[in-house]
């Protein structure tokens, strides 16, 4: 769909998705930092589609499950009570990452076996 | 007026302050990241009052000019031009910060010499 | 999900969940009219998954169909043409409430018969 | 300035604003319940406004300051501690409400002896 | 279920309904433009069903693609990247009416012949 | 405060800055329509700096009153009663530009004679 988006020849909105990919890329602060900051930002926004994007984008930059509760904590905090469905679904696909992950490595060690 | 809430004797809004300053604790992720993503939330969520708090904490945390204005960028990228508004008041109290720190970093010289 | 979220350590999370569960007990309001307020607010900020668990909250708390007409119409004329659609799955979720309560009903007056 | 958006001519305007007025009247819920509800919706919602008209409605309908903090509370769990600045202006226009009452009530007791 | 709504007795929600369709009337402005304003209030507030709407409403009132693109980056720009998802499904609506106005219009032209 | 922000070595926070003026061009849509857009927007998101920006380049555009108070019931009826405080706010800059504008024509008038 982005790419359709993209092919609608407006310009602006082709250089509106490309401040949003650079605003996450490394610089004065790191790119797992600014994850976050997508994160905590898409959490108390209540954007479920955003908030799954940042997770995995997390996953990534190896956000430890520690990290993601204490950046989650702080965005219910200051979101409410309204931000806990969207809180679900965020715990909800950072297990589905965490399986993923396990499946891919246990297949890349038993390959090298 | 924090005092005159938290005298009104309904413990579970003194709880919820105490859960908020708890939330800015260093822990899994540190104090300076835990206040940009209270700064960011801020910023998205389009609170001066809060963004004034969490500027001030991370001023005290040792953010940087070049880290606040990655992190202004992503607050301006997610939330958009308008929370622009928002994002100037923020940089204004930057500003204020960072002159009365020079101002005292200079007198506490000049009381040295 | 609930369970996984309590049962991932982060003390304050559990906290928090334990604020939002009292903030709706009986006290100088009755749990009623808390609900009622959970409930506009939940259609004011647009969650589905709150007003949902808030209407089945407020049947249970004895909520008429004509308070409920009310309390949505606070919420729809502070909220705006915003909320219809959320209006709408509301209606649809107290009915459905009302359709388990008459067949719950039906069922037991024919238990006793 | 309510007059002059009234005299534009804009007659659908005026109906919503009638639709807002009649919104508080009493009815299946009472108008204290009502203006509870308008007060939640409008701390949620982060309006200092709305907030400021609501405390004074729920003043004259005697809502009592454990009603109050009760009140909100729910509002603060809902929607986060980006609600604190607003909650902190409400609690002082409630103790400014409280302050004009007990002058008011007092010179009219020293009116009578 | 804007028929149950409306059957519910609730005079004010009823006349709610009304002002809201009457907003998009012909008038001062034409019809095209305030469906336009539709879409982009509903596309800064992130409502997938009123978005829709809109979009079906601006494809009847005659509104070309580059029109459709400029105020979607209207939105985009004020909204910021928070409103991308949507974005996306308001395009998807779009290219759907397209699809669908093409298939009637060559069924049209097929039966002539 | 801009040239502050601009000066601030953060290149993408000065893209986004540039995208935000050119999203009110002439193109498909008249600079009108967008600051119309603009304006509906802001009203519906509630920023007032933003809504005295769109009304004064509004009133630069050529909109009459009739336009003005057409599109503030768009936003009214979109956005709730939560708008009203912007609403009158907006209502009262409109009336200061259009004092301003017959000060500024009578005064051209008075040059010429």
Redesign the interface.
Known sequence: ??R??LS???L??Q???N??T???EE???SSK??E???L???L????D??ITYHVIRCVEEGV????F?????????????????H???A??RL?ECRTLNKRHLSRRRHDKE
């Open positions: 769909m982005n359709k988006i609608s020849g407006n602006q909105i250089r509106f998705f401040l949003d650079r605003a996450y610089g004065a602060l930092v600014k976050l900051l997508g905590v930002a898409s108390v926004l209540r954007c589609d955003c430890s499950d520690a990290e509760f204490e950046a989650f904590n702080v965005g219910l905090v200051v979101g409410g009570s309204i931000t806990i469905p809180l679900r679904r715990v909800q297990e």
